[in-house]
Nanobody, 127 residues
Framework: QVQLVESGGGSVQAGGSLRLSCAAS????????MGWFRQAPGKEREGVAA???????SYADSVKGRFTISQDNANNTLYLQMNSLKPEDSDIYYC?????????????????????WGQGTQVTVSS
């Protein structure tokens, strides 16, 4: 059973930084996608950043140059470093993971469907 547990959310002023973490367990695919998504109440979920098992990444235009997705395979942890935060980045952030048989890329991962989700962590950016 796959478990994803996010941490690292919180409140920060505009221009500040936060690092989100997602600890994964029970996830043993050699080919996979992992990603960070965000969703505010009443709004559609947005794919913020994703990383494939080959290390390729993809970002939403709204966060390019400010956010960085990375993974620590030894510790089964996914990260999202968020710099230069803006009030419009305020959302609940979710970690997601999906295993595949074939090869996948970062761009595919950000737009693909996921069946495994974490519980979410709140990020609030004040102006």
């Amino acid at each position: 059973q796959v478990q994803l547990v996010e941490s690292g959310g919180g409140s920060v002023q505009a221009g500040g930084s936060l690092r989100l973490s997602c600890a994964a367990s029970g996830f043993t695919y050699s080919s996979y996608c992992m990603g960070w998504f965000r969703q505010a109440p009443g709004k559609e979920r947005e794919g913020v950043a994703a990383i494939a098992s080959d290390g390729s990444t993809s970002y939403a235009d709204s966060v390019k140059g400010r956010f960085t997705i990375s993974q620590d395979n030894a510790n089964n942890t996914l990260y999202l470093q968020m710099n230069s935060l803006k009030p419009e980045d305020s959302d609940i952030y979710y970690c997601a993971a999906e295993g595949y048989i074939g090869l996948v890329s970062g761009s595919y991962c950000r737009l693909s469907r996921y069946n495994n989700w974490g519980q979410g962590t709140q990020v609030t950016v004040s102006s």
